[in-house]
């Protein structure tokens, strides 16, 4: 298996392009199963989740071309017909993401056959609500055997749902079911994140109706059916928050461009408070850090726009260096601390009490072997390396590769003593 291998303390001066954002790629690809005719995705990450939701729409009778295009790669869907309504557990349990495809069979085809995805490293991630949305709309759900049965013969209608709790991936299923049921749908408790925005916005060009995504309220009105389109995925403001975390940490300055400083505001002001010089642009931002020492801040995790989970472990990496104690709360998944046993073994200093961590800033960090858990954690360890004494290697890369694009490509376009080492084998397990 492949590690990355990163020696510490060079500063890092350039420019970073910022890929389409791969949480939302993946849900407007699921989207191109609501129509007969081609969608064209543009601007779309090259990632292992997003080659692997290609296979999965394959599986179910989409026909995914990939090619480059003006404006950078693109993927082009289109499901004359849906061969399989089903979704299987091999596949779901790859890639939890690939369970928002029940919603688009189940509006398109009346029925469908979908696996339960299970638990995950983060935390339990429960599908409740998005089954709740579904009902909601009229589908009969019964779960057996740990698929989903969903059915609704007679097609989805228009309904209210009510989210308990914010949910990015409930709110997106709903949305995706609701374009085509009969009748008008409200959406109420609604996540916020720009990823709503775009998914909208991608089912509009479809020739769907929905109103308020970004907002708490969203209102579908169902059409009969949709119809082909093309879309720019928006830019991943998770790569974003990384880049602008790495180049903190490592010292120097990087502009970060194809991208929005808006998305990601609730970390900019945090790093702001930290000592981090930040200058928005039209098409991205600019940070840069001068050698002096960083101030810990805390920081809780919360729905957007509050400081996204996704860059929780990113930014408990940049604390380690910091003056002082920062107290870090994740507030949206029950396990999201993995990353701090190996940023100890780095020397970081930290202590975990429940959702709480307590970074005490360490002089320095020194190079070691450490293993990733999960997309968030690896990047951190890597940021974490950009500043450690020595080499660092980064085991279990795969997870990285599930989600940051070219990530060696553009660090060390910056100056950074980044490489991939490829290895066979499973030693790093
Ligand atoms: C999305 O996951 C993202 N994934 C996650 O990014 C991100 O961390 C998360 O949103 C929060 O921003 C994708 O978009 C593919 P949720 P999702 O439903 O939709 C609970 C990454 O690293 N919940 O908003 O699964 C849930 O357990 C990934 O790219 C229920 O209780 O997140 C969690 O505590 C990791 N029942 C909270 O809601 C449900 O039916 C928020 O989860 C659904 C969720």
Known sequence: MDRIAITGGARLNGEIPISGAKNSAIKLMAASLLTEEPLRLTNMPRLADTRFMGKLLQRLGAEVIESDGDDGPETLLTTREIVSAIAPYDLVRQMRASFNVLGPLLAREGHAKVSLPGGCTIGARPVDLHLQALEALGAQIDLNEGYVYAQAPRGLKGGRIDFPINSVGATEHAMLAAVLARGDTEITNAAREPEMVDLADCL?????????????????QGVARLHGATHAVMPDRIETGTYAVAAAMAGGEVRLTRTRCDFIQALLDKMAEAGVEVTPHNDGLTVKRNGARLKAVEVDTAPYPGFATDLQAQFMALMTLAEGESVIRETIFENRFMHAPELSRLGADITISGGEARVRGVASLNAAQVMATDLRASVSLVIAGLAAEGETVVNRVYHLDR?????EEKLSACGAQIRRIKGGGGEDE
């Open 204 to 220: 509009n060009a479809m020739g769907a109706k929905v109103a308020g995504a970004g907002t708490s309220i969203i209102q579908i």
């Open 403 to 407: 989600g940051f694009e070219r990530l």
